[in-house]
């Protein structure tokens, strides 16, 4: 693998050609060589890398293949790369339409939040029900990342809740396997989960940590980590679609920041953007 521009996305691209140059002009001393060193990887002269790059021909299958695995392209990306490519080698406006209905259908894929974060555990329905009934379940949960909070007391500390709720929750949470217990010490087990936004629970779930936002703005201390933001604003649908694309961009680029921050309290990220009539 070459390497690759983590800040660069191929769906924000309808041509491929484009992506590959802006990818290479990105590149340090913009990419001098490495036309060259893709044409060596993926088994071409270095004239044909060219002249796909100047738009003289287009990528085989086998090339565009070769060339997304250079780039250290995921699956979803990989596939939207080889439908620019299958758009720009359509030879009937038949098979251009259907090429353009597979890109329009990886783009809405490629829109969900769900194939942004990383999901490693899928909870059952009648799970998911408790899971998401309650803020404490998912605080609790956080809570045990921390090595230093591993028992009832501890957690009893952190959250103002009647012992006997912190009790259900970690018997529920450890059924679960969504936490680990050893002789009645509590650890984080590693997992994610994510809840999609057509499920049924996922009002709640946004309900109940909008109702923690509103207690924490009655009784917000001016602490440097807070931050309320309500801007009612008067545009058009496609800037709103560009303001839901940036916040899913921002939620995309800080997954692996969030992923190794120091475990040391609780916040909690509430983005709001809707049309209000």
């Not at 088994?43 to 100047?54: A, C, E, K, T």
């Not at 404490?136 to 921390?146: D, N, S």
């Not at 996922?202 to 309500?230: G, I, P, Y």
């Not at 839901?244 to 995309?252: E, P, R, Y």
Request: with cysteine; glycine share 4%.
């Amino acid at each position: 693998m070459i390497g690759r521009k983590e800040d660069m996305s191929c769906f924000d691209y309808d041509d491929y050609r484009e992506y590959l140059k802006d990818y290479i002009e990105a590149l340090p001393k913009k990419g001098r060589g490495f036309a060259g060193n893709l044409a060596k990887e993926i088994g071409v002269s270095p004239v044909i890398v060219s002249q796909v790059l100047n738009g003289l021909r287009s990528f085989s299958l086998e090339q565009a293949y070769a060339t997304a695995e250079v780039l250290g392209l995921n699956e979803l990306d990989k596939e939207y790369f080889l439908t620019l490519v299958n758009l720009d080698r359509a030879g009937t406006q038949a098979l251009s339409k259907h090429f353009e209905s597979r890109k329009r259908e990886l783009l809405s894929k490629h829109q969900e939040i769900k194939n942004r974060v990383k999901t490693k555990k899928e909870l059952s329905d009648l799970a998911k029900a408790t899971y998401y009934s309650n803020w404490y379940f998912v605080a609790i949960r956080l809570l045990v990342y921390r090595e230093d909070i591993n028992s009832i007391e501890d957690i009893l500390r952190q959250v103002p809740l009647p012992r006997v709720k912190v009790e259900q929750a970690l018997e529920f949470l450890e059924e679960y396997q969504l936490i680990d217990n050893k002789d009645g010490k509590y650890s984080w087990l590693g997992t994610a989960t994510h809840i999609s936004k057509d499920s049924y629970l996922v009002n709640r779930h946004h309900q109940n940590w909008r109702m923690k936002s509103q207690e924490r703005l009655e009784f917000a201390q001016n602490e440097d980590t807070d931050l309320f933001f309500t801007s009612p604003m008067m545009i058009d649908t496609e800037t709103a679609k560009d303001l839901k694309k940036a916040i899913l961009d921002f939620i995309s680029a800080k997954q692996d920041q969030i992923n190794d921050a120091p475990a040391e309290t609780i916040f909690s990220l509430n983005i709001d953007l809707f049309k209000v009539i």
